[in-house]
């Protein structure tokens, strides 16, 4: 059963591993016959109706599999399996570009050029399990949009919607679950004064807000998830711009965050080198870890391949590279992806390593 992992398992027993984290996808599902929703995971399907909750019938033809299967669609939320721990002590299921979603629709008239990176809307991402989005934002038409673009500026041809569009998504997501924690990291292209400091006032977003003046400056530990839920500080926000900070407290995030390369030379085996905005990975300096786990371009059908043994040996390199510190974030595209028999869910086969020996 742990065979993607046997070269990880010297990992498990370094006597430093922090044993709780992460469990992205952990999700057993229970049933008996298969038919009528009744498939598990792993089974034969031919629709989606065949599969039990939260499974969905996909295939990967990519990994030489045509015949469909019960796939879990669902991340499994960390704090499910242990709560109260520090926030920086959970892996948390971040997707990137989490806007940029295949069915979107283009601005009237315009015919949109450029990469999607997500399969579904941020609101079946966090119903799903996703509990970071990184998101590109940038002033257009007068308002603040998600947008893919160069050059800091975006084009009606690369624009996807106002951001404040997704942020209420979040914030409905947020109001109907008190208990969870959601991080937002913005690829910050905002000139506006004071522009992202409205948005998210104008989202509804500021009752939830992380005060930057609590978060840990030196490496330490984050307040738990419990005094992060009790005092409502639900919503953790990081900026690429610096000097936002000062102006308008939004968390600088490579201040509080290391990160690898993203885009190809984040995918490349054996290496995890550090992105050049970030410290060294095993600086201790910062306590949170995104590790990036995407092609520089996204391909939807490759994506099921990408997620299975690539990504978790990538979490092994990664996890040595920061001295021995699981990733808090990892960052994919097309998150909902298919795990094969021998591979059945990359962090599910890493909670259950770190558990089960
Ligand atoms: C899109 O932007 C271009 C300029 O970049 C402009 O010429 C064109 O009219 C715009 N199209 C629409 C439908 O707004």
Same mark, same amino acid.
């Given at each position: 059963?742990?065979?993607?992992?046997?070269?990880?398992?010297?990992?498990?027993?370094?006597?430093?591993? *922090?044993?709780?984290?992460? +469990? +992205?996808?952990?999700?057993?599902?229970?049933?008996?016959?298969?038919?009528? !929703?009744?498939?598990?995971?792993?089974?034969?399907?031919?629709?989606s109706?065949?599969?039990g909750?939260?499974? @969905?019938?996909?295939?990967?033809?990519? &990994?030489g599999?045509?015949? $469909?299967?019960?796939?879990?669609?669902?991340?499994?939320?960390?704090?499910?399996?242990?709560?109260?721990?520090?926030?920086?002590? @959970?892996?948390? +299921?971040?997707?990137?570009?989490?806007?940029?979603?295949?069915?979107?629709?283009? %601005?009237?008239?315009?015919?949109?050029?450029?990469?999607?990176? =997500?399969?579904?809307?941020?609101?079946?991402?966090?119903?799903?399990?996703?509990?970071?989005?990184? &998101?590109?934002?940038?002033?257009?038409?007068?308002?603040?949009?998600?947008?893919?673009?160069?050059?800091? =500026?975006?084009?009606?041809?690369?624009?996807?919607?106002?951001?404040?569009?997704? %942020?209420?998504?979040?914030?409905?997501?947020?109001?109907?679950? *008190?208990?969870?924690?959601?991080?937002?990291?913005?690829?910050?292209?905002?000139?506006?004064?004071?522009?992202?400091?409205k948005?998210?006032?104008?989202?509804?977003?500021?009752?939830?807000?992380?005060? /930057?003046?609590?978060? *840990?400056?030196? !490496?330490?530990?984050? $307040?738990?998830?419990?005094?992060?839920?009790?005092?409502?500080?639900?919503?953790?926000?990081?900026?690429?711009?610096?000097?936002k900070?000062?102006?308008?407290?939004?968390?600088?995030?490579?201040?509080?965050? /290391?990160?690898?390369?993203?885009?190809?030379?984040?995918?490349?085996?054996?290496?995890?080198?550090?992105?050049?905005?970030?410290?060294?990975?095993?600086?201790?300096?910062?306590? &949170?870890? +995104?590790?990036?786990?995407?092609?520089?371009?996204?391909?939807e059908?490759?994506?099921?391949?990408?997620?299975?043994? $690539?990504?978790?040996?990538? /979490?092994?390199?990664? @996890?040595?590279?920061?001295?021995h510190v699981?990733?808090?974030?990892?960052?994919?595209n @097309?998150?909902?992806?298919?795990?094969?028999?021998?591979?059945? !869910?990359?962090?599910?086969? /890493?909670?259950?390593?770190?558990?089960?020996?």
């Open positions: 059963m742990l065979s993607c992992f046997s070269d990880h398992r010297s990992l498990c027993r370094a006597p430093t591993i *922090p044993f709780l984290f992460l +469990l +992205l996808f952990y999700l057993f599902n229970i049933s008996i016959s298969c038919s009528d !929703g009744t498939c598990q995971l792993l089974e034969s399907c031919s629709a109706t065949d599969c909750r939260s499974l @969905y019938c996909g295939n990967c033809p990519a &990994l599999k045509t015949q $469909p299967i019960c796939t879990r669609g669902q991340a499994t939320i960390p704090t499910a399996f242990i709560g109260g721990l520090p926030f920086n002590k @959970y892996s948390w +299921l971040v997707t990137h570009n989490s806007f940029s979603i295949v069915d979107a629709p283009p %601005l009237p008239g315009v015919q949109r050029l450029t990469f999607y990176n =997500q399969e579904d809307t941020v609101t079946n991402q966090l119903l799903n399990g996703v509990r970071g989005l990184m &998101l590109d934002m940038y002033d257009f038409e007068a308002d603040i949009w998600l947008c893919h673009s160069f050059r800091g =500026q975006c084009f009606n041809f690369t624009a996807f919607q106002p951001a404040i569009n997704t %942020l209420k998504e979040v914030e409905s997501f947020l109001s109907q679950n *008190p208990t969870e924690i959601v991080t937002i990291i913005i690829e910050d292209y905002v000139h506006a004064p004071k522009g992202l400091t948005l998210f006032a104008n989202a509804g977003l500021d009752k939830y807000w992380f005060p /930057v003046s609590k978060m *840990p400056k030196k !490496g330490e530990d984050w $307040p738990t998830v419990n005094e992060m839920v009790q005092a409502n500080h639900r919503l953790l926000v990081f900026t690429s711009v610096a000097s900070e000062a102006e308008e407290g939004i968390a600088y995030q490579w201040k509080y965050m /290391v990160e690898n390369e993203a885009g190809d030379p984040g995918v490349k085996p054996g290496s995890c080198p550090n992105r050049k905005e970030s410290k060294p990975l095993n600086s201790r300096s910062a306590s &949170l870890f +995104l590790m990036n786990y995407f092609p520089t371009y996204p391909v059908n490759e994506a099921c391949k990408e997620h299975s043994t $690539p990504l978790a040996e990538m /979490v092994g390199t990664c @996890y040595k590279a920061a001295g699981m990733p808090n974030f990892v960052a994919v @097309y998150y909902m992806v298919l795990r094969d028999k021998s591979c059945r !869910g990359v962090m599910e086969e /890493v909670f259950l390593m770190i558990w089960i020996e």
